[in-house]
């Protein structure tokens, strides 16, 4: 099914979201570095969904609102989101900071959330599993920890590095610092309040995860006993790009039953 | 204050000597002997004449041991009697508490009868890493933390200073600083265009330094804060333009390379060093200044010899007649009315550190003085 540019503005932030498909709303949420392309996950679901893939505030081809100082600020954005869209039962999916997104939404409010998965998020903190250092490390080497295939890795380092894409990724970087610098990728106080989300949560996991490690996902499973926890061998932190087809089969099975 | 008896070999390994050289590298015996041995140095200063001792502020690295400039301030403000202490400066953004940093250069200020100068700095790059403070707030805090000190120090307490990131029922502060109507305030830079605009507001006109730069850069932002001053409708003051540059005079030229060699290469190949990641977080710059550091990465982040130094402005050093020159000629092309010579850098130990101080006091200082 292709997929659609659209712009919607809300407080005061043109939203940049792209949107494909037909069946019920399915928002994907993006992780540190964006959404730039329509990928062949968000393809296949479009299949079966009407699949809405936003540039967060703050990132692509999105605005930089003043407003934009933290996590939460996201979370009440786009519950506003949703609302304008008029999305009823969304599906919604996030990859690492836009899993932490998806939770922070649910904990506030889930009228117009069907269900949750949560891919690789970030949001919370688990001992022993400490995060790598996204901001120490440099371009090439988180690309390559985004990936348990290093094939996967070569074909993103691959890409020309044109004038537009350095200054989105720069864009991106920055506001990934705004919401997850300190405290590092998570905020302490959403545990306390995870069992809000009273809606079907799925949480998926590389088990060879380099950047958010796979001990974080037993402990959110452990602060969610009703979710479905899903790990992918030989898989990295980014299960919808290097196992898209057994992911979209699992978001199939999860969202329509 | 480097940690100068840091492992070389160890500090090149792990790439830079910031936020993640481990600190078993750091032996605190070898670290007593330092601290009094730099104070010492700093106290001679007083002795041969100089008119500033300068600290400065630096976290969690062997490039510099004064995590709390506070403390050597101090000590110095006890142990002198005529030379002004320059505090060059606290880094605001990284302070939890402007306050405390207001309360504490009063005291300095009052301690040493007013011998105090004041620098505001939003500490370097890798100090958001140490730190944990969000690099993307770092401009705001710094402000705002600037308001919130300048306040405290001239307007009559309590009152209420409700900020974005610092709020405080009671502004109060005892001690008020001893200089009226507060010291001067000076603001160390690597040079941009938002510090220049910010420093030579004619509500401020604080004295700009421009630190460890090619003499190049250091023209060119000195020149950019004059127009800037004439832009706002005057005419900016020598006092406000400042320049500080490591600087060794030997007893001759040859001589005056062949002892900072090695020092000098370890302080800029070594100690200075760090990957781009660790020097620019987001938001610590605009996008467009870290783009140009992206494009110029390859001659910023690569070695320097010291003749490259030389050559480029970075490092002034020769015999003292060499070295005179050299500054007689900045000088009458930049006009700065202040000139910091960083007389220790790197592994220079004592007994060089000493030489070149006096060697400095006794054939270059007066002839610059006289220039004025």
């Given at each position: 099914m292709p997929f659609t540019d659209h712009t919607i503005e809300l407080v005061g932030c043109r939203t940049h979201y792209r949107r494909g498909g037909k069946g019920s709303p399915l928002v994907f949420l993006h992780g540190a570095s964006g959404a730039p392309v329509v990928l062949p996950f968000m393809e296949k679901l479009s299949e079966r969904f009407d699949v809405i893939v936003p540039d967060h505030p703050g990132y692509g081809q999105s605005d930089e609102p003043e407003w934009l100082e933290n996590i939460h600020d996201v979370a009440y954005f786009y519950l506003d989101f949703i609302g304008a869209l008029k999305l009823e039962r969304a599906v919604i999916i996030g990859s690492s900071m836009g899993g932490w997104m998806a939770m922070e939404m649910a904990v506030r409010n889930t009228s117009r959330i069907g269900s949750l998965v949560l891919v690789s998020p970030a949001g919370i903190a688990a001992t022993g599993a400490e995060p790598a250092d996204i901001f120490l490390l440099s371009p090439e080497d988180t690309i390559r920890k985004l990936f348990y295939e290093q094939r996967f890795a070569e074909e993103r380092l691959a890409l020309p590095m044109t004038p537009e894409a350095i200054d989105l990724a720069l864009k991106n970087r920055h506001t990934t610092a705004r919401l997850a610098w300190e405290p590092r990728l998570h905020d302490p106080h959403l545990a306390k309040w995870?069992?809000?989300?009273d809606v079907p949560v799925a949480i998926v996991w590389g088990k060879d995860d380099l950047i958010l490690p796979v001990g974080i996902a037993h402990e959110l499973k452990r602060l969610m006993p009703r979710a479905e926890l899903h790990l992918f061998e030989r898989?990295?932190?980014l299960p919808q790009v290097e196992k898209a087809a057994e992911f979209c089969d699992l978001v199939v099975r999860f969202a329509c039953r | 204050m480097p940690y100068a008896d840091l492992d070389l070999a160890a500090g090149r390994k792990n790439g830079t000597v910031w936020v993640t050289l481990p600190n078993r590298n750091y032996d605190p015996e070898k670290g007593h002997r330092l601290y009094n041995r730099y104070l010492d140095e700093l106290e001679y200063g007083e002795e041969l004449g100089f008119d500033v001792v300068a600290v400065n502020e630096h976290h969690q690295t062997a490039y510099g041991l004064m995590p709390s400039p506070i403390v050597t301030a101090s000590a110095l403000a006890r142990r002198t009697k005529r030379v002004k202490i320059a505090i060059l400066g606290s880094a605001l953004p990284l302070r939890s508490h402007p306050l405390m940093v207001a309360e504490e250069h009063a005291m300095i200020d009052v301690i040493s009868g007013g011998r105090l100068i004041t620098g505001f700095v939003r500490g370097i790059g890798a100090e958001y890493h140490t730190f944990g403070v969000n690099p993307t707030f770092s401009h705001d805090r710094f402000h705002e933390a600037h308001d919130l000190i300048v306040r405290a120090w001239t307007e009559p307490g309590p009152f209420s200073f409700q900020g974005h990131h610092y709020r405080v029922q009671y502004v109060n502060l005892w001690p008020r600083p001893y200089q009226k109507p507060h010291p001067p305030i000076w603001i160390p830079s690597q040079g941009s265009k938002e510090t220049i605009d910010w420093a030579s507001h004619p509500d401020r006109r604080y004295t700009y330094l421009q630190t460890f730069s090619p003499v190049k850069v250091v023209q060119r932002y000195l020149k950019q804060y004059r127009d800037t001053c004439a832009n706002y409708g005057y005419g900016c003051e020598d006092r406000q333009l400042g320049w500080a540059v490591p600087v060794y005079v030997g007893a001759s030229d040859e001589a005056a390379r062949r002892e900072a060699k090695e020092h000098f290469e370890a302080f800029r190949n070594v100690y200075v060093r760090m990957p781009i990641e660790m020097l620019l977080p987001p938001g610590y710059t605009s996008r467009e200044s870290l783009k140009n550091v992206m494009k110029a990465k390859a001659q910023m982040f690569g070695d320097v010899t010291i003749d490259q130094a030389i050559e480029l402005g970075l490092f002034v050093c020769g015999s003292a007649d060499t070295v005179y020159k050299a500054f007689e000629g900045y000088w009458r092309e930049m006009r700065f009315g202040n000139l910091l010579v960083m007389?220790?850098?790197?592994?220079?130990?004592a007994d060089l550190t000493r030489a070149n101080m006096e060697r400095f006091a006794r054939g270059v200082l007066p002839r610059l003085k006289a220039l004025n």
């Open positions: 995870l069992h809000r989300i898989c990295g932190h | 007389c220790q850098f790197g592994t220079l130990p």
